[in-house]
């Protein structure tokens, strides 16, 4: 029996798998490499959402919140702990910005729950070079190792 790496599927993919195509060429070529990697890589892992994932994923407009709820209903819901409430407090503290606090939660409960990667098009406070090295030292403190934070592009070039 293979062993799937464990996923953590934030926000922005489910954003991005159903809106409608982008007029910004590079958003658009995001967009299609989310669909790509939805429909051809993710029975590679074994992917999770939290209950963060799902109440921002269900803001917006009701038509397309429907249609990210529907993309994300068979997926597994991981628990908010309170070891997932401290790291997300140390990272504010420490990395994110006190107006990102989901992003921070994003990263605490895929840390907690150990998952192997963390899957997002968040660039700003998750997928940022700068940000990674210090989010890696913030969870590496309080026991935990940071999950391989990555793009679908960039996931689709890893070899496991």
Request: with cysteine; proline share 5%.
């Amino acid at each position: 029996m293979v062993i799937k790496p464990k996923l953590y599927l934030e926000t922005t993919i489910p954003s991005y798998l159903v809106s409608k195509p982008s007029r910004d060429l590079r958003l658009a070529a995001d967009q299609e490499q989310t669909l790509e990697w939805w429909e051809e890589q993710r029975v590679r892992f074994e992917i999770f959402i939290s209950a963060v994932v799902l109440r921002e994923v269900s803001k917006g407009n009701p038509e397309m919140s429907q249609k990210r709820v529907d993309a994300l209903s068979h997926i597994p819901i991981l628990s908010l702990t309170e070891e997932s409430e401290e790291l997300t407090i140390r990272l504010l503290d420490e990395v994110i910005p006190a107006n990102a606090a989901d992003d921070a939660a994003h990263i605490a409960i895929a840390a907690v729950h150990r998952m192997d990667f963390l899957l997002t098009w968040n660039c700003k406070h998750i997928n940022n070079r700068y940000t990674i090295r210090r989010i890696e030292q913030s969870c590496m403190k309080m026991g935990y190792t940071c999950p391989v934070i990555a793009t679908p592009t960039e996931l689709m070039t890893i070899e496991l």
